[in-house]
């Protein structure tokens, strides 16, 4: 078991690490797992063509490029 208290650094997020997908029509191949959220959003793994998000509007792909 470990611990983190006592921890004091705070996280700063830059703005240049922001990710950013392509929206796309359809999902690609190889989907591996489907993951639904808190706010009811769609998560695809796939291990050929990324990550897709699906929010009931728009189904976004997230990859490495």
């Given at each position: 078991m470990t611990s983190c208290n006592g921890q004091t650094a705070k996280q700063q997020i830059k703005i240049d690490n922001i990710v950013k997908g392509d929206t796309v029509k359809e999902l690609g191949s190889s989907i591996m797992v489907v993951y639904q959220d808190s706010k009811?959003?769609?998560?695809?793994?796939?291990?050929?063509?990324?990550?897709?998000?699906?929010?009931?509007?728009?189904?976004?792909n997230y990859t490495t490029k």
């Open positions: 009811n959003t769609y998560w695809f793994g796939s291990w050929k063509t990324g990550v897709y998000k699906y929010d009931g509007k728009e189904l976004i």
